[in-house]
């Protein structure tokens, strides 16, 4: 069992940043694959145990993940944030999901964090 708690959702001006937290507990071990979703849209992902990070195409460049391996989190700093952006926002986990786009790979999921980008 892996139990995930999102946090750092809130508003933010378009143009602004924010970074969002995963908290990852329970049978954590490595080829752990955690995601980020926004909605059921993939946007990023790590593995544990490894340094490989993976991205959706048109996240690349503006949304950056990382994992705390001492707390147990997984980040989401998310840049240059515009309108589109405003949604609910998963964290997602999977034993060997290998950095899957596909949720359906996930069977652990985050109640979710809501995001909103104002003009």
Known sequence: QVQLVESGGGVVQ???????????SGHTFDGLGVAWFREREFLAAVIWGRETTYYSGPVKGRFFISKDNNKNTVSLQMNSLKSEDTATYY???NPFSGGSPHPNDYHYWGQGTRVTVSS
């Open 14 to 24: 378009t143009g602004g940043s924010l970074i969002l937290s995963c908290g990852v």
């Open 91 to 93: 964290c997602a986990a």
